[in-house]
T-cell receptor
Framework: AQKVTQAQTEISVVEKEDVTLDCVYE???????LFWYKQPPSGELVFLIR??????QNEISGRYSWNFQKSTSSFNFTITASQVVDSAVYFC????????????FGKGTSLLVTP | DTGVSQNPRHKITKRGQNVTFRCDPI?????LYWYRQTLGQGPEFLTY????????KSRLLSDRFSAERPKGSFSTLEIQRTEQGDSAMYLC??????????????FGPGTRLTVL
């Protein structure tokens, strides 16, 4: 069963629009971590953020913000004032103690930002 | 460069041949992970090491696959008798166990395998 669901396969926006990427996860562990990674066309996965299950504070880093809600098992990612360089595939991932904290990735959301 | 490195970056082989990939993790990281990514999918976990001990293997890791990390530093992933279905990007990641960056996995550039 898919533990991480990214329902949006592809999103296309015009530069300067805000965009939110959805992520829903499933776990029975009380201790777990959630991640977002960016995979640009060059292919290398770039770490963006890690949250642990005990820290539900939202986080903002420049144009990026993350909304973690345990009540709905969601960890959504918003890019404000998108730029062409934001075009990439974005992956949400879950790591659990039971699996040695190996990352369980969603299928990714492909974001295209056009000028 | 202090990131994760992988070699080779690309490998083309004929079906039935054996291939071996190498991963050099970030030097102070004692956990090392292997993943496989096929086109249009997210990476899928294969196996991981803590130091030299292989602690977990996915069901995706068939008997034709073997991984080692003999001295707790670099790791190798070998695929014997390759099949066309093995064509994928093989990704290596490392993470510290403990500390402020606990459990953050940093990925290498990957090795793209094409089996003809």
């Amino acid at each position: 069963a898919q533990k991480v669901t990214q329902a949006q396969t592809e999103i296309s926006v015009v530069e300067k629009e805000d965009v939110t990427l959805d992520c829903v996860y499933e776990t029975r562990d009380t201790t777990y971590y959630l991640f977002w990674y960016k995979q640009p066309p060059s292919g290398e996965l770039v770490f963006l953020i890690r949250r642990n299950s005990f820290d539900e504070q939202n986080e903002i880093s420049g144009r990026y913000s993350w909304n973690f809600q345990k009540s709905t098992s969601s960890f959504n990612f918003t890019i404000t004032a998108s730029q062409v360089v934001d075009s990439a595939v974005y992956f949400c991932a879950l790591s659990e103690l039971d699996s040695g904290y190996a990352l369980n990735f969603g299928k990714g959301t492909s974001l295209l930002v056009t000028p | 460069d202090t990131g994760v490195s992988q070699n080779p970056r690309h490998k083309i082989t004929k079906r039935g041949q054996n291939v071996t990939f190498r991963c050099d993790p970030i030097s102070e990281h004692n956990r090392l992970y292997w993943y496989r990514q096929t086109l249009g999918q997210g990476p899928e976990f294969l196996t991981y090491f803590q130091n030299e001990a292989q602690l977990e293997k996915s069901r995706l890791l068939s008997d034709r696959f073997s991984a080692e990390r003999p001295k707790g530093s670099f790791s190798t992933l070998e695929i014997q008798r390759t099949e066309q279905g093995d064509s994928a990007m093989y990704l290596c990641a490392s993470s510290p166990y403990g500390g402020a960056q606990y459990n953050e996995q940093f990925f290498g550039p990957g090795t793209r395998l094409t089996v003809l």
